[in-house]
């Protein structure tokens, strides 16, 4: 049974999040991972080497590939890499030495707290040894400054949820879904039985709260249920230059 105390708690929470500051906003932003705004790149010398920087939103590991596919130049003495999605990644040292090119890029994303990006450094040979220190020191730095300077995206932590509402109980869950930000994805369906069914996703930090008050505006009527792992997906509301602590 469900305590008076946890659902007040749950709409007191609700009200001072739709009266946060923008400031408190920023600062949440902040903790959260990033992603890449927009394509952003740059260009570093060491001792006459190019290096070509660029820095990618990607959504999936087949995007990741066919993007450094179309961007790698086959004309350049190596095309190193590294992305990283979810719990996914990946990196190339693309003829360099075995890990001084595409373990530094991945380090860097790693780092920079960055999520769902592929980052390609296209070198062009100038004629002297960078050795492996060298390498490490060059691919890594020019990942790390590339990706701090690029324009970000807060990535937000998404739940999807699966409703079964009974009859008569369809305005008090979707106030609840509207209160909270919930999104609901596709049409309606219905069951034999006479059940609605509906998903929808909310900001994972607002999963409980959801569940609590579906069931206090149902009287414990409505069936929830949370499908799969949480995902993150960019903000719309701000875009942050430099989440990085760093100085």
Known sequence: ??????????????YRSKTSTSAATTVLCRCLPATIACTTSMEVEVKKSKFVV???HVSSPQEALETLREASDKKASHNCWAYQIGSEFRSSDDGEPAGTAGRPILAAIHGENIDQACVLITRYFG??????????????????????????????SMQLFEFR???????????????????????????????TMITATVDSLKSDQLELLVTEVSAGRVQTKRISKPVFNPL????L???????
């Not at 008076?4 to 929470?13: D, E, I, K, P, V």
């Not at 008090?172 to 909270?180: A, E, I, P």
């Not at 719309?236 to 875009?239: F, G, L, R, T």
């Open 1 to 14: 049974m469900l305590k008076a105390s946890n659902l007040t708690s749950a709409w007191h929470s609700l």
């Open 54 to 56: 660029k820095a990618w």
């Open 127 to 156: 004629g002297i040894q960078l050795g492996p220190g060298g390498l490490i020191r060059a691919y890594g730095g020019a990942a790390r400054n590339c990706l701090r300077g690029a324009p970000k995206k807060a990535l937000q």
């Open 165 to 195: 509402i009974p009859w008569g109980t369809h305005g008090g869950v979707y106030h609840v879904l509207d209160t909270v930000g919930a999104k609901i994805q596709g049409p309606e369906s219905y069951t034999e039985d006479g059940y």
């Open 236 to 239: 719309d509301m701000e875009v």
């Open 241 to 247: 230059h430099d989440l990085s602590t760093h100085a």
